[in-house]
């Protein structure tokens, strides 16, 4: 019950413009960002992508940023994630990219985002590579959904994802299924009212189970987002009784977070993508890690007041 009222206090903390410019540059501050942040540069990304393709992991890449104001930094984030997509290729890397559409510009015009999204698809399809739209808040979901399936219509290498704390998201599941857009199955971590998503990480977790059965089953190469070691548990069996291989799914994690789960996992034989994000903006990212592991919160304040 404590840690939604600390998730809280931490975006408002994100969003202080006089700590952000305290903080972010604070030695220390800084270097345990790198935990979670591969840099601000797509240089340190490729270098965290190296060190994980090494031990068996593959990657997505995701370039911090979302909600522009104006269509040149759509062209801009557009611009840099053709670029990595062209290193991918050029350096043989394990990866793909995974992009949010405010960041595109969904939020000044949807053909602005959906051209800026085909171009990044066709772009990846021409080396043999795949596009994940993430997704945001409900206010976008539907549209979000809505450029990708159009998308998808000419480029089958984009995917989706569905958010399993919002109560659309079975007829969501039912609907990329049956046109076969690969989605990515996460809990969710928006705040949402109780009118459109459950409250309770128990009834989440069930409805997570639920529709992770529907993709296994009937999903085109589900990736499975998660920590949680309950529902990792409830996928390796299910997978197997119902002859699933290994290759048909993947897991997927954040960079620097249960990295021991992670290689057990590739260890067992099974595929795990790690989301690498680098940018700029770090700065509200890395806080919100924070929010999920209030240990991290607590050792980063105890050596910052030393």
Not at 177 to 206: F, M, W
Not at 242 to 257: A, T, V
């Amino acid at each position: 019950s404590e840690q939604p009222v600390l998730r809280k206090a931490l975006i408002a903390f994100s969003q202080n413009v006089i700590l952000k410019q305290a903080l972010s540059h604070h030695p220390l501050f800084l270097r345990f960002s790198r935990r979670f942040v591969a840099g601000e540069t797509i240089e340190g990304a490729i270098q965290a992508t190296r060190w994980l393709n090494d031990l068996g992991i593959a990657v997505a890449i995701n370039y911090l940023g979302e909600h522009v104001n104006d269509e040149a930094h759509a062209r801009g984030a557009h611009d840099v994630y053709c670029h990595a997509i062209e290193e991918i290729d050029r350096l043989g890397l394990q990866a793909n990219i995974s992009v949010k559409l405010t960041q595109l510009g969904l939020a000044l015009s949807d053909h602005l985002c959906a051209g800026n999204l085909a171009s990044l698809a066709l772009r990846a399809a021409k080396y043999g590579g795949f596009v994940r739209a993430d997704m945001e808040g409900s206010s976008y979901t539907q549209r979000t959904l809505d450029i990708v399936k159009r998308v998808h219509r000419r480029s089958p290498n984009v995917g989706a994802v569905i958010q399993a704390y919002l109560y659309r998201s079975v007829e969501d599941i039912r609907d990329l299924n049956h046109l076969q857009i690969p989605v990515r199955l996460c809990k969710g971590a928006y705040s949402e009212p109780a009118t459109i998503a459950y409250a309770r990480k128990s009834d989440t977790d069930r409805s997570f189970v639920r529709l992770m059965e529907m993709l296994l089953l009937e999903g085109n190469y589900p990736a499975i987002a998660t920590h949680d070691d309950w529902i990792i548990q409830q996928a390796i069996p299910f997978a197997h009784k119902h002859g699933i291989s290994p290759k048909r799914f993947e897991f997927q994690m954040l960079y620097g977070i249960r990295r021991p789960l992670q290689r057990a996992l590739v260890e067992d034989g099974y595929r795990i993508r790690v989301y690498v994000p680098f940018g700029e903006e770090w700065y509200p990212y890395f806080v919100r890690r924070l929010a999920e592991r209030p240990a991290n919160l607590l050792f980063l304040l105890r050596h910052l007041l030393e």
